[in-house]
């Protein structure tokens, strides 16, 4: 057992191992942070990252794990700290902290820039209100430009035990509260279920929905037949690598 002079000594040195250690992983989480690429797939390492296109830089967060990595997170809900009930401005330009452990949408414009750079493909994750959780692959995903009122192409359920529903979306014109595009001439959907998403007549899908479920609407984070009020929810995109 060592003495308590042998304790002087090592400790000392234990403490500025791990000090050292702790200073190369906070140099290490910076280097990533502010690493700038072309897309999710060049990293092999889950985080943040600057993402650059040809009009513009931004943060994004890259999954370098989950079904084979290569995503792009687009939307992320963890713990209902921050309300999805926007206006067009905000959906638009995106809000909240792009970070692992945060909510947040990135933006229509962002995605529609992404998007608009080759053929990709989504990925939704969900966990409904009694743990279950649920996924769905889809083989075609876009967003169009604020011109065509960021309409949706989302189509092809690959892989996962959650139905195509969110196809339902496919073609849709973005909503929110101000600004009404949904196929009901007397409703609303962005008004009436608080969010902004790519409704059709209110009830398929709606991911953007309150994190706890409206008392009034019965609804939160929704996915018809699999969910009223999801407690986690998100959504990744990818580029789809060509078959030779």
């Known amino acids: 057992m060592p003495s308590s002079r042998d304790a002087t000594v090592i400790w000392p040195g234990i403490i500025n191992l791990l000090n ?5 992983e ?4 910076k280097q990533t942070k502010n690493r700038i690429i072309q897309g999710c797939d060049e990293v092999d390492s889950s985080g ?7 009009s513009t830089t931004f943060g994004v967060i ?16 963890l713990s209902g ?31 529609h820039q992404i998007t608009s750079g080759g053929d990709f493909e989504l990925a939704v994750e969900l966990r409904n ?18 011109d065509e009122l960021y309409r949706l192409t989302c189509s092809g359920t690959e892989a996962g035990n959650l139905d195509g529903r969110i196809g339902a979306g496919h073609g849709e014109l973005f909503t929110t509260r101000d600004l009404d595009f949904d196929k009901l001439e ?6 009436v279920y608080g969010s902004g998403w790519w409704f059709y007549d209110c009830n398929n899908v709606n991911l953007n929905g309150p994190y706890k479920k409206d008392n009034v609407t019965g609804r939160g984070i929704y996915w018809r037949g699999f969910t009223d ?3 986690y929810s998100r959504m990744m995109i990818r580029r789809k690598i060509p078959y030779e």
């Open 186 to 191: 007397d409703v609303n959907c962005g008004q």
């Open 129 to 146: 209100e009694f743990g279950t959780y649920g996924f769905a692959l889809h083989s075609a995903f876009n967003v169009a430009g604020e």
């Open 62 to 77: 890259c999954d370098a794990r989950s079904f084979d990595g290569g995503w792009l997170v687009i939307q992320q809900r």
């Open 48 to 54: 943040r990252y600057r993402l650059r296109l040809p």
């Open 229 to 231: 009020a999801a407690t």
């Open 26 to 29: 906070q140099l290490l989480s």
């Open 81 to 111: 700290k921050l309300s999805f009930d926007r206006d067009w401005d905000g959906y638009r330009d995106g809000f909240g902290i792009v970070g692992s452990a945060s909510d947040f949408w990135l933006g229509l414009e962002k995605i």
């Open 20 to 24: 050292q250690r702790l200073m190369l």
